[in-house]
């Protein structure tokens, strides 16, 4: 964890776009209320498989910056061409973005052509290619490793290429394991990979959801977790507390660890966030 800890500390949040009107005057509130509360480097905003939600990440990326925030959209690639990235990276400059998450994404169901980009390695290559050092680089790290990897040691071997090509830092998939971390930051820095490795927080709030991302993206939710969070039923108040405290103990852990920030996906919700962010103070 060395190299960790002479990395400046940033802690940013995560959006995804909104569907309406209504959602993103909501959003509007909850990005107040997160600014107030907690003043994040920056608001991430995620982007659709394929491009699905592009004109919605575009736009509240766009509310971002209006309001005077540093807005960094997420770039997936799959599905796409060489020119509409281009197009998009150029939309994005012109808007005064500076930072780019930058991701393969996963195909969507039904999709077929995997497009111009096959892993995210290629996608930030490009972004260097056309934009120079104008954006800040953001890709993803696993600490419980992708789910399609192949192994445990190509997947920090396809990490290093990400990096190689041109990332500047990267933000965690989730995890409630606070050695999968560490052990992924020691490989890391054994590979001699030199950026901070964000970790990724998933506020608990509801089991039922958690499940379900959890078992789409690879992030295990410990035995002694899932057991509580199944044993409280329909009992929010009581997984709100649990989640809480125990998302907060592994935030305050990983800080003291030497963690160079926490990012949190807030789910589009100020209050879980900030509550954790209470207990770190
Ligand atoms: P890659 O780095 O390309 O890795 C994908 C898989 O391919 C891994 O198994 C890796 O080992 C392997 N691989 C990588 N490079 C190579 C190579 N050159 N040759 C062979 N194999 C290789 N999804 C969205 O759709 N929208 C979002 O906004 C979004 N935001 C995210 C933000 C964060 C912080 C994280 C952690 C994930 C996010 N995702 C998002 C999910 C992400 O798109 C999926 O996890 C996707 O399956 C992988 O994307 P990646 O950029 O990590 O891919």
New binding site residues.
């Given amino acids: 964890m060395e190299s960790q800890k002479k990395f400046p500390r940033t802690f940013s949040c995560?959006f995804?776009p909104p569907k309406t009107p209504e959602g993103a005057e909501k959003l509007a509130r909850v990005r107040e209320a997160l600014t107030a509360g907690m003043q994040p480097a920056f608001f991430?905003?995620?982007?659709?498989?394929g491009g699905s939600t592009q004109q919605g990440?575009l736009d509240t990326v766009l509310a971002i910056q209006a309001a005077g925030q540093e807005a960094a959209p997420?770039?997936?690639c799959?599905g796409s061409t060489r020119d509409s990235v281009r197009a998009l990276l150029e939309r994005y400059r012109a808007a005064g973005v500076r930072r780019i998450?930058?991701?393969?994404?996963?195909m969507p169901s039904g999709m077929r052509e995997a497009g111009e980009f096959?892993?995210?390695?290629?996608?930030v290559a490009f972004i260097r290619e056309v934009t120079g050092d104008h954006f800040h680089i953001?890709?993803?790290?696993?600490p419980e490793?992708?789910?399609?990897?192949?192994n445990a040691f190509?997947?920090l071997?396809?990490?290093r290429?990400?990096v190689q090509a041109g990332a500047d830092s990267?933000?965690?998939?989730?995890f409630y394991s606070l050695e999968a971390y560490l052990h992924f930051v020691d490989d890391c820095e054994g590979m001699g990979l030199d950026l901070p490795i964000v970790p990724?927080i998933m506020p608990i709030t509801n089991h039922t959801q958690l499940a379900r991302f959890s078992d789409a993206?690879g992030a295990e939710i410990p035995r002694w977790i899932r057991k509580r969070l199944e044993a409280y039923g329909d009992d929010r108040a009581a997984i709100q507390a649990f989640g809480e405290a125990v998302v907060s103990d592994l935030c305050r852990d990983l800080l003291e660890a030497g963690a160079p920030g926490l990012?949190f996906y807030t789910m589009n919700r100020a209050e879980p966030t900030l509550a954790i962010w209470r207990n770190l103070a």
């Fill in positions: 995560e995804f991430s905003v995620t982007f659709g498989a990440t997420h770039l997936s799959i998450v930058a991701l393969r994404g996963d096959r892993h995210a390695n290629e996608l953001e890709v993803a790290a696993y490793f992708h789910p399609q990897a192949p190509r997947d071997e396809n990490f290429r990400k990267a933000i965690t998939q989730y990724g993206c990012h």
